[in-house]
């Protein structure tokens, strides 16, 4: 008996509902070991004992006026190389996504992404075991309700 995994194509929504963040397009990358959110600023800080960081989100490519910012505990501080071979040492959080009808939790890096398309990667550790990836295909699994939205 086989399980059919759901299909994500090359581009798909998706939605961080604990970042309070309107659903966002992200880049599905299987070349990307790590999935990376774009921040254009991240500000540490202690929350008692934990560490924690403030940032920044861009969440539309194209309008930089709409500015939304979030916090989340650190969990961990990882260097990372890019697409480039540049290394860069970046704060790591973990966060509830949604695809589809899918969701589940996984590890995000924070970076600068405004000169990119797109303002989130999804990385094949997020993806390993819960999609197939078909590149010829976009948004497949179409735009998430999130419940309480806010209006953006």
Not at 6 to 18: K, T
Not at 48 to 62: A, E, L, N, S, Y
Not at 79 to 89: E, L, Y
């Amino acid at each position: 008996m086989s399980t059919q995994l759901p299909v994500l194509g090359w581009r798909e929504w998706l939605a961080l509902p604990e970042l309070n963040l309107p659903p966002i397009k992200v880049k599905i990358d299987t070349g990307a070991r790590t999935s990376a959110l774009h921040a254009f600023f991240v500000d540490p800080f202690r929350r008692g004992k934990q560490q924690w960081v403030r940032f920044g989100i861009h969440p539309h490519p194209h309008d930089s006026e709409l500015a939304i910012e979030c916090e989340a505990m650190v969990k961990d501080r990882r260097v990372i190389t890019d697409s480039g071979g540049h290394k860069q040492r970046r704060y790591v959080i973990e966060t509830a996504m949604i695809i589809g009808p899918e969701m589940f939790s996984a590890e995000l890096t924070l970076t600068n992404r405004d000169t990119m398309k797109f303002r989130m990667l999804l990385g094949r550790t997020a993806m390993n075991g819960r999609f197939i990836v078909n590149p010829a295909k976009s948004y497949v699994q179409g735009e998430p309700a999130v419940a309480d939205q806010q209006d953006y």
